[in-house]
Nanobody
Framework: QVHLVESGGGLVQAGGSLRLSCTAS????????VGWFRQAPGKEREEVSC????????RYADSVKGRFTISGDNAKNTVYLQMDALTPEDTAVYYC??????????????????WGQGTQVTVSS
Protein backbone atom coordinates (compact mmCIF):
# COMPACT_ATOMS: atom_id res chain seq x y z
CA GLN A 1 0.00 0.00 0.00
CA VAL A 2 1.56 3.27 -1.15
CA HIS A 3 0.93 6.30 1.02
CA LEU A 4 1.32 9.73 -0.57
CA VAL A 5 1.82 13.01 1.24
CA GLU A 6 1.76 16.38 -0.52
CA SER A 7 3.44 19.49 0.81
CA GLY A 8 4.51 22.90 -0.36
CA GLY A 9 1.19 24.60 -0.87
CA GLY A 10 0.44 28.06 0.42
CA LEU A 11 -0.49 31.62 -0.44
CA VAL A 12 1.44 33.42 -3.15
CA GLN A 13 0.96 36.56 -5.19
CA ALA A 14 0.25 36.40 -8.89
CA GLY A 15 3.45 35.93 -10.82
CA GLY A 16 5.06 34.04 -7.97
CA SER A 17 6.23 30.46 -7.67
CA LEU A 18 5.66 27.43 -5.49
CA ARG A 19 7.10 23.94 -5.50
CA LEU A 20 4.84 21.11 -4.46
CA SER A 21 6.25 17.82 -3.24
CA CYS A 22 4.64 14.39 -3.27
CA THR A 23 6.50 11.92 -1.08
CA ALA A 24 5.66 8.25 -1.09
CA SER A 25 6.01 5.66 1.65
CA UNK A 26 5.16 1.99 1.74
CA UNK A 27 6.57 1.42 -1.72
CA UNK A 28 8.97 2.78 -4.30
CA UNK A 29 7.78 5.00 -7.11
CA UNK A 30 10.45 3.70 -9.49
CA UNK A 31 7.94 1.82 -11.63
CA UNK A 32 4.93 4.01 -11.08
CA UNK A 33 3.13 6.75 -12.91
CA VAL A 34 2.54 9.84 -10.81
CA GLY A 35 0.08 12.55 -11.58
CA TRP A 36 -0.72 15.97 -10.16
CA PHE A 37 -4.37 17.00 -10.17
CA ARG A 38 -6.20 20.04 -8.92
CA GLN A 39 -9.73 20.91 -7.97
CA ALA A 40 -11.00 24.44 -7.56
CA PRO A 41 -14.26 25.23 -5.74
CA GLY A 42 -17.24 24.43 -7.92
CA LYS A 43 -15.09 22.87 -10.63
CA GLU A 44 -14.26 19.35 -11.62
CA ARG A 45 -10.92 17.81 -10.80
CA GLU A 46 -8.45 18.17 -13.64
CA GLU A 47 -5.09 16.65 -14.39
CA VAL A 48 -2.30 19.19 -14.30
CA SER A 49 0.65 16.99 -15.17
CA CYS A 50 1.93 13.47 -14.97
CA UNK A 51 5.25 11.66 -15.14
CA UNK A 52 6.24 8.11 -15.91
CA UNK A 53 9.02 7.54 -13.40
CA UNK A 54 10.64 4.73 -15.40
CA UNK A 55 11.48 6.78 -18.48
CA UNK A 56 10.72 10.31 -17.35
CA UNK A 57 8.01 10.90 -19.94
CA UNK A 58 5.73 13.75 -18.98
CA ARG A 59 2.42 15.32 -19.93
CA TYR A 60 1.02 18.76 -19.14
CA ALA A 61 -2.37 20.36 -19.36
CA ASP A 62 -2.46 23.17 -21.92
CA SER A 63 -3.26 25.65 -19.18
CA VAL A 64 0.07 25.06 -17.42
CA LYS A 65 2.46 24.29 -20.27
CA GLY A 66 5.53 26.46 -20.08
CA ARG A 67 4.80 27.43 -16.47
CA PHE A 68 4.78 24.14 -14.52
CA THR A 69 7.46 21.47 -14.46
CA ILE A 70 7.08 17.97 -13.06
CA SER A 71 10.10 15.98 -11.97
CA GLY A 72 11.02 12.99 -9.87
CA ASP A 73 13.77 12.22 -7.37
CA ASN A 74 14.04 8.46 -7.06
CA ALA A 75 16.45 8.66 -4.13
CA LYS A 76 13.88 10.64 -2.14
CA ASN A 77 10.87 8.74 -3.51
CA THR A 78 9.39 12.14 -4.27
CA VAL A 79 7.79 13.84 -7.24
CA TYR A 80 7.83 17.62 -7.51
CA LEU A 81 5.64 20.13 -9.29
CA GLN A 82 7.43 23.40 -9.84
CA MET A 83 4.86 26.09 -10.50
CA ASP A 84 5.98 29.43 -11.92
CA ALA A 85 4.15 32.49 -13.18
CA LEU A 86 1.15 31.59 -11.06
CA THR A 87 -2.19 33.25 -11.68
CA PRO A 88 -5.37 33.40 -9.58
CA GLU A 89 -6.81 30.75 -11.92
CA ASP A 90 -4.29 28.29 -10.49
CA THR A 91 -5.95 28.51 -7.09
CA ALA A 92 -7.10 25.02 -6.10
CA VAL A 93 -6.42 22.05 -3.90
CA TYR A 94 -3.62 20.09 -5.52
CA TYR A 95 -3.45 16.32 -5.20
CA CYS A 96 -0.84 13.83 -6.25
CA UNK A 97 -1.74 10.31 -7.30
CA UNK A 98 0.20 7.19 -8.20
CA UNK A 99 -0.48 3.97 -10.01
CA UNK A 100 1.47 0.83 -10.81
CA UNK A 101 0.80 1.22 -14.52
CA UNK A 102 4.14 2.83 -15.39
CA UNK A 103 3.01 4.88 -18.38
CA UNK A 104 1.20 7.96 -17.16
CA UNK A 105 -0.14 8.90 -20.57
CA UNK A 106 -2.21 5.73 -20.49
CA UNK A 107 -3.99 6.86 -17.33
CA UNK A 108 -6.82 9.20 -16.50
CA UNK A 109 -7.76 10.39 -13.02
CA UNK A 110 -10.05 7.53 -12.02
CA UNK A 111 -7.36 5.02 -13.00
CA UNK A 112 -4.98 6.06 -10.26
CA UNK A 113 -4.90 3.72 -7.28
CA UNK A 114 -3.31 5.91 -4.62
CA TRP A 115 -4.06 9.53 -3.71
CA GLY A 116 -2.65 12.03 -1.29
CA GLN A 117 -4.72 14.23 0.99
CA GLY A 118 -4.17 17.39 -1.01
CA THR A 119 -2.48 20.73 -0.42
CA GLN A 120 -4.08 24.14 -0.87
CA VAL A 121 -2.59 26.60 -3.34
CA THR A 122 -3.98 30.13 -3.27
CA VAL A 123 -2.81 32.78 -5.69
CA SER A 124 -3.80 36.35 -4.92
CA SER A 125 -4.18 39.01 -7.57
Amino acid sequence: QVHLVESGGGLVQAGGSLRLSCTASGGTLDYYAVGWFRQAPGKEREEVSCISILDGATRYADSVKGRFTISGDNAKNTVYLQMDALTPEDTAVYYCAADGVPVCTALAGPDYSYWGQGTQVTVSS
